[in-house]
């Protein structure tokens, strides 16, 4: 089942809480000591960084899929932390990451270690609206350096926050690639809790097998491994990297937007529910896909009120940092999530990658 560490750190000892998370994710994804120690390293770093600089924040550790899908290197898993605020911000970000840099008198080694030691690394700050930081550690650092092809041409990325700080979380992500064709999937297994969490597990299990399958055709696939669960509300969305062409089908509450050159646009999902209500037909959507699309998958977690802004749509920023930034936007310490929320975000690779 998808473990997501939920950890508010709000004084020094939930720092202890962060660097014990980020170990016990290294372990599940596999990771040797000197790469569980960089993990460990990073996340105490930010985990820090949101005391020192931001009054608090939470952090988010996960065990994700690579943010791009190398040939021959799909089953990779990487220790992804992710720290949110709601804090004053960063005014000069590229000379906070430069090492040494600091404005509370400490060593001023936090970002600048991290973006050094992680495999991805990526921030989101705005002065008065608050920081958002990736980074993700992996087998060796920079990841895989093989010939990718054109579907080295898409990333993907999330963030998944469970309901109330628990254990698991009932929504789940995974992507897949078949060739030059990727598949993004994202799902809410009905209700929240264990339950929730075996019926979104299930789907993921499912994707590897039906990769190759057009979206609608992999929900049906999908709808037979569930039998048996709750069931869950599950989207897919694949993009055919040499045709250009982006297809979508999705049944239950998952919301997806579309952004297309600045202009958003929702693609729908069909009433139902994968693994015990399926549509009797169901029909792939189809866009372009192009150097300037973005597409944002969401669970009912996410605010109904929550809207697409110019900066949800910028290329060139790393998937799971939209996503945190979404989910940030869409909250606050006064309104929290109301269930199970997962974003995923799916945007073309910037031309010098990932």
């Known amino acids: 089942m998808p473990r997501v560490w939920d950890v508010p750190v709000h004084d020094s000892t939930r720092v202890r809480d962060a660097r014990v998370a980020a170990e016990h994710a290294a372990a599940l994804a596999g990771l040797d000591e000197r790469r569980t120690a960089t993990a460990s390293l990073v996340a105490t770093e930010l985990a820090t960084n949101l005391l020192k600089h931001a009054g608090g924040g939470t952090v988010l550790i ?29 005014a000069d970000v590229p000379a906070a990451l430069r090492d040494g840099f600091t404005t509370t008198g400490s060593l001023g080694a936090g970002l600048g270690t991290c973006a050094r030691l992680a495999d991805d690394f990526d921030l989101h700050s705005v002065p008065g609206r608050g920081t958002v930081v990736v980074a993700r550690v992996g087998t060796a650092p920079g990841g895989p350096a093989a010939d990718r ?24 992500w995974a992507w897949v690639r078949a060739g030059d064709v990727v598949s993004l999937m994202l799902a809410d297994g009905l209700g929240h809790g264990p339950e929730a969490a075996r019926a979104s597990t299930a789907a993921v299990e499912a994707l590897g097998g039906a990769a190759h399958l057009a979206p609608a055709e992999a929900l049906r696939r999908l709808d037979t491994a569930l039998t048996g669960t709750r069931g869950a509300a599950v989207a897919v969305a694949q993009v055919d990297t040499r045709a250009g062409v982006l297809r979508f089908a999705g049944v239950g509450n998952i919301g997806a937007r579309l952004c297309e ?87 073309p690779t910037p031309p010098d990658g990932p």
């Open 149 to 172: 092809g054109p579907a080295a041409g898409v990333r993907a990325g999330a963030v998944n926050v469970p309901f109330g700080g628990a254990d698991y979380s009932g929504d789940a």
């Open 62 to 90: 996960d065990v994700v899929a690579p943010p791009v899908l190398a040939a021959g290197h799909d089953g990779a898993l990487l220790v992804q932390v992710a720290t949110v605020d709601h804090g004053p911000g960063i």
């Open 261 to 347: 050159g600045g202009t958003w646009r929702h693609l729908v999902s069909r009433p139902g529910i994968v693994g015990t209500h399926r549509p009797a037909t169901l029909r792939d959507q189809e866009a372009v896909w192009a150097d300037d699309r973005v597409l944002v998958l969401h669970s009912d977690g996410l605010p109904s009120r929550w809207s697409p802004t110019a900066e949800t749509c910028r290329t060139t920023t790393d998937p799971a940092v939209t996503a945190a930034v979404t989910i940030r936007d869409a909250s606050s310490p006064a309104r929290p999530v109301r269930d199970d929320t997962a974003v995923a975000v799916l945007a």
